[in-house]
């Protein structure tokens, strides 16, 4: 026979009240009570019965996370911090993945799934601010990105527009006069947003910008940083240092700078964003900024149980620290 909360409760010489808010994951046990529960949890071999606690609380244990592609780095490091957090908060994450396309990420606003999920955590890329305003109020939901939406959802995201400008800027103090973007594209999401930040350090560094050195792109991967690279390095005055909007990117333009013997930093300094592992195993290593996942992770999920517990307050929106970090590809300030 399956054991049940008294079970443990028995065994641990606990109140079944005690050992439910130990199994919930409340937080004020103290410590010698909880280990004293979870040695029975695991002596037992005791399973929450999900289906009695939807009854009881009309939640279903799981909770979903929507972003475009999970074989870009960043995505799969996110998903891996939500969902270990998501775990210690005893839920489920669930994975949908949207493909950046327009219908599918209709779909998750418009909660078709909702019966098997609790709240969705959800990184849009493609639908328009109205039709994100416009989705039921019924459905917790959390956004994450950069996109400025107004849409009565909580939001957590780092500032991309200071983040920008501080990585311009650091380019710029190595002694770079030509500085380069590539990544821009015409939906309004992530590289307006960064573009943003370019346009604004160059502008107080007292430089002009220039449309001929910002490349825009169709996807952030490292073949389209590598094709933009090298379209930078046939301009018939070639960029002294580059600016791309993901390290996908930037890894791209590395192997382009290698095929056309263009020393970096030497020739022309790169600089990324995401701060992926990829980052510190390339040559030379890859100067970036990096978000604290661990951060955004715990904000996203205390927002998004509040709602699911019922909370009505108005929506928040939450700035995630981030830092430049400098490696090899950009050198030291003022080398030049």
């Not at 998903?79 to 493909?99: C, K, Q, V």
């Not at 990585?167 to 973007?181: D, E, Y």
């Not at 301009?235 to 990117?249: G, S």
């Not at 791209?252 to 300094?269: H, N, W």
């Amino acid at each position: 026979m399956a054991a049940r909360l008294r079970d443990v409760a028995e065994l641990a010489g606990v109140s079944v009240k005690t050992a439910s808010n130990v199994i919930n994951h409340y937080p004020n046990v103290k410590p010698s009570t909880r280990a004293r529960v979870e040695d029975a949890v695991r002596q037992l071999r005791y399973r929450r019965n999900e289906s009695a606690r939807q009854l009881k609380y009309g939640r279903s244990g799981f909770l979903a996370l929507a972003v475009p592609q999970l074989d870009a780095p960043y995505f799969a490091e996110l998903a891996t911090r939500l969902s270990a957090e998501a775990g210690r908060r005893g839920y489920i994450m669930l994975l949908d993945i949207t493909g950046a396309d327009p219908d599918a990420e209709r779909v998750v606003l418009d909660g078709v799934r909702s019966h098997v999920i609790d709240g969705t955590i959800f990184s849009p890329l493609t639908v328009t601010a109205d039709e994100v305003a416009a989705r039921g109020e019924d459905r917790p939901m959390v956004l994450l990105g950069e996109r400025v939406i107004s849409s009565g959802c909580d939001h957590v995201a780092v500032d991309s527009i200071a983040a920008a400008h501080a990585m311009t800027t650091h380019l710029i103090t190595t002694g770079r006069t030509r500085v380069a973007a590539i990544g821009h594209e015409s939906v309004a999401g992530t590289a307006s947003v960064r573009l943003e930040g370019y346009r604004q350090a160059l502008a107080e560094a007292g430089l002009a910008y220039d449309a001929d050195l910002v490349i825009g792109v169709s996807e952030y991967s490292r073949p389209a940083g590598k094709a933009a690279m090298q379209t930078l390095l046939h301009r018939e005055e070639p960029p002294d240092a580059v600016f791309c909007f993901n390290d996908l990117m930037a890894i791209g333009a590395l192997s382009a700078c290698a095929d056309a013997g263009v020393r970096v930093p030497e020739d022309v300094a790169i600089g990324g964003f995401d701060d992926i592992p990829e980052c510190e195993y390339v040559t030379p290593t890859l100067t970036t900024v990096g978000a604290d996942l661990d951060v955004l992770s715990r904000e996203a999920l205390n927002l998004l149980l509040a709602r699911v517990g019922g909370s009505t307050a108005p929506p928040e929106r939450v700035r995630v620290p981030w830092q430049l970090k400098i490696r090899q590809s950009t050198g030291d300030p003022q080398q030049k």
